[in-house]
């Protein structure tokens, strides 16, 4: 099982970034998958979420109106677009992949997002 996220990096506040998660060694549309994020000091908390065939989302009230996660099952892929950055989004972002009938769950390494100008 591999999650692997790229896209993160340094951004100005208001600015836009696209998180990708590529997946490998199981079968994706079997899983539920979830951005968390993460800053120094604090637990992980978590952003957005989608369901297995991408019908369900549901966002963390702090990012709702400028995230938007999305799948495409096609390619094994989980994104995060995030649009209207703010300093207090600056974390390290990771990707999890929940496998809907037992609830397992797999991380990836995460990605440092940087919101600052």
């Known amino acids: 099982v591999q999650l692997v996220e790229s896209g993160g990096g340094l951004v100005q506040p208001g600015g836009s970034l696209r998180l990708s998660c590529a997946a490998s060694?199981?079968?994706?549309?079997?899983?539920?998958m979830s951005w968390y994020r993460q800053t120094p000091g604090k637990g992980r908390e978590l952003v957005a979420a989608i369901s297995s065939a991408g019908g369900s989302t549901n966002y963390a009230d702090s990012v709702r109106g400028r995230f938007t996660i999305s799948r495409d099952n096609a390619k094994n892929t989980v994104y995060l677009q995030m649009n209207s950055l703010k300093p207090e989004d600056t974390a390290v972002y990771y990707c999890?992949?929940?496998?809907?009938?037992?609830?397992?769950?797999?991380w990836g390494q995460g990605t440092q997002v940087t919101v600052s100008s």
């Open positions: 999890k992949a929940i496998r809907t009938i037992n609830r397992v769950g797999y």
């Open positions: 060694g199981f079968t994706f549309s079997n899983y539920d």
